[in-house]
T-cell receptor, first 112, second 111 residues
Framework: DAGVIQSPRHEVTEMGQEVTLRCKPI?????LFWYRQTMMRGLELLIY????????DSGMPEDRFSAKMPNASFSTLKIQPSEPRDSAVYFC??????????FGEGSRLTVL | DQQVKQNSPSLSVQEGRISILNCDYT??????FLWYKKYPAEGPTFLIS?????DKNEDGRFTVFLNKSAKHLSLHIVPSQPGDSAVYFC??????????FGKGTSLLVTP
């Protein structure tokens, strides 16, 4: 299995631009999570889905952030408009029933 | 507010010695605790876990201890090896909810 696949691995953009991060979870995993890692706050949960349905989005910083999971094999995290304080590593992770969380390699976002 | 706290951002240990990484939590509803390990440019990977019905779980060189009354858990690595150098995240969840992570502790094992 290829594991959790995230793209892009690196993104550099200018303030005000739209950013879309993508995630393909491991096949058969029924839960998907988006985390953000910063030095100040460590790994923060942004949102998670169970069977493609958003369960808890209380960690989404503000309305500029949105996430979708149109099917079991794909999710997006969108930031519009982006700001320099959004610079971080964004991790997607998927969870099999009764198992442990598997993380992707992350998408490093830099907003100038 | 951070419900899982790792108060030591970094730790340096000599090869062969014991590494002890600490973690405190505030939510008494947490019933499942895990440690994840992260190398640079990679995602965190699961290392070891413990449920609240136990106070110790061992897997090779790694042992996790849970003190529920103190809301404290620790990860012991013995003997430490240079390949153990990584960032270690403590995580906890309540009744199958999403994991809450600490900020991480960067471990450096020197030869």
């Amino acid at each position: 299995d290829a594991g959790v696949i995230q793209s892009p691995r690196h993104e550099v953009t200018e303030m005000g631009q739209e950013v879309t991060l993508r995630c393909k979870p491991i096949s058969g995993h029924n839960s998907l999570f988006w985390y953000r890692q910063t030095m100040m706050r460590g790994l923060e949960l942004l949102i998670y889905f169970n069977n493609n349905v958003p369960i808890d989005d209380s960690g989404m910083p503000e309305d500029r952030f949105s996430a979708k999971m149109p099917n079991a094999s794909f999710s997006t995290l969108k930031i519009q408009p982006s700001e320099p304080r959004d610079s971080a590593v964004y991790f997607c992770a998927s969870l099999p029933p009764g198992g442990e969380l598997f993380f992707g390699e992350g998408s490093r976002l830099t907003v100038l | 507010d951070q419900q899982v706290k790792q108060n030591s951002p970094s730790l340096s240990v000599q090869e062969g010695r014991i590494s002890i990484l600490n973690c405190d939590y505030t939510n008494s509803m947490f019933d499942y605790f895990l440690w994840y390990k992260k190398y640079p440019a990679e995602g965190p990977t699961f290392l070891i876990s413990i449920s609240s019905i136990k106070d110790k779980n061992e897997d090779g060189r790694f042992t996790v201890f849970l003190n529920k009354s103190a809301k404290h858990l620790s990860l012991h690595i013995v003997p430490s090896q240079p390949g153990d150098s990584a960032v270690y995240f403590c995580a906890a969840s309540a009744s199958g909810d999403a994991l809450n992570f600490g900020k991480g502790t960067s471990l450096l094992v020197t030869p």
